[in-house]
């Protein structure tokens, strides 16, 4: 079992930034990388970013490349998502997420576990 906390979220004006944290415990190491997701009321939760645990490589939807920047710390066990130039429209629960990923790693049934998320609101 893998647990995962989230933590940073809060209520920002449009263009703030925020930094959200993912601190996951148990047995991390059959997972192979961490995403976040979110999800905005009334909406399918979205994939926003991920990353491997091991070699670093990073994904981004389209939606918030350039603005948001996933980076991990493996001593920590720990995800950060460094959200810039906030607007409204990004104001959703943001979840991380992590498993043993072998399908798609922006499909949300590739993953396993899951944070219980953190409320980001932007407001105009």
């Known amino acids: 079992q893998v647990q995962l906390v989230e933590s940073g979220g809060g209520l920002v004006q449009a263009g703030d930034s925020l930094k959200l944290s993912c601190a996951a415990s148990g047995h991390t190491y059959i997972t192979n990388i961490l995403a976040w997701f979110r999800q905005a009321p009334g909406k399918e939760r979205e994939f926003a970013a991920a990353i491997g645990w091991t070699g670093g490589n990073t994904y981004y939807a389209d939606a918030v490349k350039g603005r948001f920047t996933i980076s991990r710390d493996n001593a920590k066990n720990t995800a950060y998502l460094q959200v810039t130039s906030l607007k409204p429209e990004d104001t959703a629960v943001y979840y991380c997420?992590?498993?043993?990923?072998?399908?798609?790693?922006?499909?949300?049934?590739?993953?396993?576990?899951w944070g219980q998320g953190t409320q980001v609101t932007v407001s105009s």
């Open positions: 997420a992590t498993g043993a990923v072998t399908s798609t790693y922006y499909d949300v049934s590739a993953y396993q576990y």
